[in-house]
């Protein structure tokens, strides 16, 4: 019997393009120990944290500075051979495999902090840097960089899929946090846009096209960002619920209600079971929210009692208080690690994840009919959900050896989105469309607006060479 397919955007169309071997000789000629085309470097750089399997990259260069990726890009460009920047190989939708073949341009080297501007609560960082650095590097100051996508991403990846995480519900995205940037585009040239101004009203605003392009319209190679000071108060807490919907009810309420909460996750039972087995703990098992609030002492106290008041009328129960640094970091970092939570679960599968966000006041909408899907389905999943924006992940956990599970999770995921749409909401949140998303994207924002971009792309990058074959198609 034949196998069940996968949707067609789910399968590469273009085919790889030959890379000659004189452009390869011309990259070991300028980059020395910097290039590699060994396999098994090759193969790092050719997967991610997605369920597809591509082959890899024809080479690697390791790039350490701004002109170490503009004459990488000028040479792969003479022979319009596509570029694909990697930070630390996090991305969930293939956003850095190989998909018509080309070289890989590594930023994990460019990784120093250029500029601390503590007095104008910005800081300029190489792509390199993670979330994490970029905190250790800031923290005597007083100062400290919010975004928090769960893993310990690169921050030229965070600002290339807009990503977000757990601090947006208070200090939003990588679209409201970039300042300005340094980027390579396709021919090579490095222009800058932006400035470390609060706002600006100078022409096109080429820093938020570049945010969220997915290395389609150029490589970054700095980031000027906004800083924020460090809370005088944090207090951290979790509250169980005795069903779902619940949980979810009391998270409108608190977001309607305006309380400034700094994060709102949810968990649900089966989700807890997997991140007390992953990390050793004794979370109370069922629905389970998350929270954290900043402030002075006397605002948070302020804030924990108006949650404490709104989740008790939902039902809500045994509150449980994180206020030192250490618990505060125990119980996120369990939060972050649900995805492994979750791989770990079922030894040997992939994760085909979601990530779609509503407004608000459809989030139960959109969340438990999905949960209830999946349950109908009998195929193991997590769930987690930054729900104090709209945004939620059901991770569906597959044998990869089975491709009726990869058909069924898909099945799962297309219903989800189109739910999502319905309600008012998107595709993804905060991952990027990068390849699976792409007809999703096309749903969402119809045929007028994808050709608009289609336009910008081909503009911009005429030859297709800046990491071709995601978000759309050419």
């Known amino acids: 019997m034949n196998a069940p397919a996968l949707p067609q955007h ?14 390869l000789d011309a990259l070991q000629a300028r980059f020395g120990e910097q290039f590699s085309a060994a396999l098994v470097v090759r193969e790092q750089h050719g997967r991610d944290e997605s ?13 350490q500075s701004t002109r170490d990726v503009a004459d990488a890009v000028r040479l792969a460009a003479s022979d319009r051979v596509p570029v694909i920047p990697f930070g630390v190989g996090s991305s969930l939708e293939g956003h850095l495999l190989a998909v ?19 007095e104008d609560l910005t800081v300029t960082v190489q792509p390199g840097v993670t979330r994490k650095q970029l905190n250790e590097a800031v923290k005597s100051t ?8 769960g893993a310990d991403a690169s921050l030229g990846g965070m600002a290339a899929t807009r990503a977000s995480g757990t601090n947006a519900v208070r200090y939003g995205t990588m679209r409201e946090n970039v300042l300005a940037l340094e980027v390579v585009t396709a021919s090579g040239e ?33 980031i000027t960002l906004k800083l924020y000071p460090l809370p005088e108060a944090v207090m951290a ?14 998270t409108i309420a608190i977001i309607q209600m305006g309380v400034p909460i700094a994060r709102c ?3 649900d039972d089966n989700t807890i079971r997997m991140v007390n087995a992953h990390s050793k703990l004794s979370l109370r098992e069922g629905a389970m929210l998350l929270m954290e609030f900043h402030g002075s002492p006397d605002s948070v106290k302020e804030q924990v009692q108006t949650v404490q008041d709104i989740a008790s009328d939902h039902g809500g129960q045994a509150f449980e208080w994180a206020d030192t640094p250490e618990a505060r970091t125990k119980l996120w970092t369990a939060r972050h690690n649900a995805y492994f939570a979750g791989i770990q679960s079922r030894p040997g599968c992939r994760a085909i994840t979601t990530d779609t966000c509503v407004p608000i006041s459809r989030l139960a909408d959109a969340l438990l009919d999905s949960v209830a899907e999946a349950q109908a389905a009998k195929l193991p999943y997590f769930l987690v959900g930054h729900v104090g924006d709209g945004n939620f992940h059901m991770g569906y956990l597959i044998d ?29 949140g905060e991952h990027g469309v990068g390849l699976h998303k792409m007809e999703f994207l096309r749903s969402e924002a119809g045929d007028g607006a994808v050709e608009m971009m289609r336009t910008i792309k081909r503009a911009l990058d005429p030859d297709n060479i800046l990491n071709p074959g995601k978000i759309f198609s050419l």
């Open 10 to 23: 789910l399968i590469p169309q273009a085919q790889p393009r030959e890379v000659p071997q004189a452009l």
């Open 51 to 63: 369920a597809f399997s591509m082959p890899p990259p024809a080479a690697v260069v390791f790039a």
């Open 100 to 118: 018509q073949g080309g070289i890989s341009i590594d930023v994990g080297r460019m990784s120093q902090v250029l500029s601390i501007n503590a």
């Open 142 to 149: 007083g100062l400290f960089f919010p975004i928090d996508p």
């Open 190 to 222: 490095v222009i800058r846009t932006g400035t470390r101004a609060k706002k600006s009203s100078a022409g096109y605003d080429l820093t938020r096209l570049m945010v969220g392009s997915e290395g389609t319209l150029g490589v970054m190679t700095e």
């Open 237 to 250: 807490a979790t509250c169980s619920f005795s069903s779902l919907a619940d949980a979810v009810n009391t």
């Open 265 to 267: 996750e949810l968990l």
């Open 400 to 428: 990869p050896d089975i491709p009726e599970e990869r058909v069924r999770a898909e099945q799962l995921n297309s219903q989800l989105v189109e739910r999502a749409l319905k309600l008012g909401g998107t595709c993804t």
